[in-house]
């Protein structure tokens, strides 16, 4: 199992923060860069994590689950998007495999899953006149945002 980085975030602009900005959760190195990002970028307003749920049905059981999107994003012009930041490899189909494997069968249901959050995440945003975005490793690299290693203190 892979070792995710993660912490708290402690902003440099607590103002920008919608919520607690004590209390400001990353689960990755990709989403500790993008706080930094929405943190410190003169183009964004206000951010938030984890903050926005919205319900899905997920396909596995058939029942409503909530989805915790993981950034709400309003940018200084008023435009609002609801970002997800995943690895390019759970945006993509699992390939068929003639084996079936353990590791298979979770990509499978991940990304059965995902699809359901991320086609709820979808209709929600554009109710609302927002856009829902999954980011990857490489879209962050195309916004010229480097992914962090370092994660320094306020």
Known sequence: MTKFHQGKFSPRNPRKYEGNPT????RSSWEYSFM???DTND???AWSSEKIVI?????VDNDVHRYFVDFKVTFSKGQVWLV???PNKQTKEP???????????TEVVTHA????KWEAADLYAKKKGWTFKVLTEESLATMGIQ???NFPNK
């Open 23 to 26: 209390d400001i959760v990353f």
């Open 36 to 38: 930094y990002f929405c």
């Open 43 to 45: 183009g964004i307003r």
């Open 55 to 59: 319900p899905y049905i997920s396909p």
């Open 84 to 86: 997800e930041i995943k």
């Open 95 to 105: 390939k068929v495999k003639k084996k079936v494997s353990k590791s298979y069968i």
């Open 113 to 116: 899953i995902n699809k359901a």
């Open 147 to 149: 992914v962090m290693t």
